[in-house]
């Protein structure tokens, strides 16, 4: 991702990288949150500096993980799950390691839209073929 990325033109960069947050019981299961270590790596790797935070949008509602729903199920599983802080005018790389259904990439995106975000890019490592 990084050697994609340093291949782009850095004024279309975001003014910053939010990695897609966890609700903190899970985080706290888990012990970290992939995300933010692929933003912290991509923060040292590009050749332009963009901050990471890890604040400004945070999961305010625990769920069902969306890797133990069907397509489907994921759409609404989400909704409402996510909150964010003013971001008004910011340029935001949205972080994630894989997106299946683009379910939790909407209901993130969605909240920082509310809180006034002037642009969301989507930054993945993967994304799961659709089915047909």
């Known amino acids: 991702l990084a050697t ?12 910053v ?4 947050p966890m609700h903190w019981t899970r985080l706290w299961r888990k012990g970290f949150n992939h995300s933010i270590q ?3 790596f991509l ?7 963009i901050p990471v935070m890890t604040n400004l949008c945070r ?15 994921r759409q609404g599983n989400l909704s409402g799950a996510f909150l964010a802080d003013s971001c008004k005018g910011l ?3 949205l ?13 993130c995106s969605k909240a920082l839209i509310d809180a ?3 642009d969301i890019q989507i930054w993945a490592i993967a994304r799961t073929p659709r089915r047909f």
């Open 91 to 93: 340029k935001i790389a």
């Open 38 to 40: 692929l933003a912290l």
């Open 17 to 20: 990288i939010i990695p897609v």
């Open 95 to 107: 972080l994630d390691d894989v997106i299946t259904t683009g379910s939790t990439i909407n209901a």
């Open 4 to 15: 994609k990325l340093n291949q782009h033109d850095a004024m279309f960069w975001p003014d």
């Open 43 to 49: 923060n040292k790797s590009l050749h332009k500096k």
């Open 116 to 118: 006034g975000a002037a």
């Open 59 to 73: 999961k305010i509602n625990r769920s069902v993980p969306q890797s133990q729903l069907d397509a489907k199920t």
